[in-house]
């Protein structure tokens, strides 16, 4: 996942989204890399340092706004450099019926 700086092409009202892992995926450390990966029925996917902040945040009960202010202060960024590729990430493991945005 890269950091981006550059604007944001959010929808307005995402901000207020609580992103919360689906019951068929679970985060578990990797008994032989000690890494982080998100299990599902379909298969693995090995996460990276931040992948796996941002899904430990996703429990539905945090927004995307909570989630990104999290992430600047551990990060050293501004949530608006963040929210682009979060939410990007976001989507892209909703596509994949791994998380659901509840309202």
């Given at each position: ?39 599902y029925?379909?298969?693995v996917?090995?996460l ?9 945040l ?13 992430l ?32």
């Amino acid at each position: 996942m890269s950091m981006s700086s550059e604007g944001s092409h959010l929808p307005p009202s995402a901000q207020a989204l609580r992103p919360r892992l689906l019951p068929r995926a679970r985060l578990e450390i990797d008994r032989l890399s000690q890494q982080p990966v998100l299990l599902y029925p379909e298969g693995v996917m090995m996460l990276n340092e931040t992948a796996a902040a941002i899904l430990q945040l996703c429990n539905g009960e945090h927004t995307l706004a909570d989630i990104l202010r999290e992430l600047a202060s551990r990060y050293e960024a501004s949530p608006e450099q963040l929210q682009r590729d979060v939410y990007e990430y976001l989507c892209s493991l909703r596509d994949h019926n791994l998380i659901a945005w509840l309202e």
